[in-house]
């Protein structure tokens, strides 16, 4: 079964230093991963994601992630944090063509606080 | 462009009772596709349609339901509520599937419907 793990509920970090929200996941086959960021009564905003190619992808706001196949990992990266950054991030997966793009497994997030 | 457009966005119903929710994709999207999102379960996908036909189904008892449009709008429909049923219900619509039509594979959430069950 796909499953993601977040395994930090909250991340604090103070503005302007870099910040590392972690991101494991379970999938068979290749996975597809998204990251979404939500703010407080919102819908979710993607963004960024890996679908193939190079192990760093780059996404909006100045966020990054890195796909590392060994680990199974896709933590998502800021080098240097903002108070507006400040939201609700969550991972996820997808089995792509044999299980839907579209049908995205999440993990529970991880609150991101960041402070002056 | 506009974006994805649901609702009501807020509603109050009781045990029992059951509720229609709409969703409006962004134009020229062919895919819609809803999420539950509760403190306790977290997000969780319900189901998704494309062509006015379900494709794929999530893990939820059968008083969730949906349907599809021929203009791509959806709704969905919860009957016979329960507390449990408390969440806040996003959909998400994408060009297409699969990748192609443009599709990269990003979804595109509304603001969501969120129903409270007294």
């Known amino acids: 079964a796909q499953s993601v793990a977040q395994p930090e509920d909250q991340v604090n970090v103070a503005e302007g230093n870099p910040l590392t929200v972690k991101c494991t996941y379970s999938?068979?086959?290749?996975?597809?991963l998204f990251w979404y960021v939500q703010y407080p009564n919102r819908g979710l905003q993607f963004l960024l994601k890996?679908?193939?190619?190079?192990?760093l992808v780059k996404g909006s706001y100045g966020f990054e992630a890195e796909f590392n196949k060994s680990q199974t990992s896709f933590h998502l990266k800021k080098p240097s944090a903002l108070v507006s950054d400040s939201a609700l991030y969550f991972c996820?997966?997808?089995?792509?063509?044999?299980?839907?793009?579209?049908?995205?497994?999440f993990g529970a997030g991880t609150r991101l606080a960041v402070h002056p | 462009k506009a974006g994805v457009t649901q609702t009501p966005r807020y509603l109050i119903k009781t045990r029992g009772q059951q509720v229609t929710l709409s969703c409006s994709p962004i134009?020229?999207?062919?895919?819609v596709s809803w999420y539950q999102q509760t403190p306790g379960q977290g997000l969780q996908f319900l189901f998704e349609?494309?062509?006015?036909?379900?494709?794929n189904k999530g893990n939820f008892p059968g008083r969730f339901s949906g349907r599809q449009f021929s203009n791509s709008r959806s709704e969905m429909n919860v009957s016979t509520l329960e507390l449990g049923d408390s969440a806040l219900y996003l959909c998400?619509?994408?060009?297409?599937?699969?990748?192609?039509?443009?599709?990269?594979?990003?979804?595109?959430f509304g603001e969501g419907s969120r129903l409270t069950v007294l």
């Open positions: 999938v068979s086959g290749n996975p597809y």
């Open positions: 998400a619509s994408s060009l297409a599937r699969g990748l192609e039509r443009g599709h990269t594979g990003e979804l595109f």
């Open positions: 134009s020229g999207h062919r895919s």
């Open positions: 890996y679908i193939t190619g190079d192990n």
């Open positions: 349609y494309f062509s006015e036909t379900q494709r």
């Open positions: 996820a997966v997808s089995r792509g063509f044999s299980g839907g793009y579209n049908k995205l497994i």
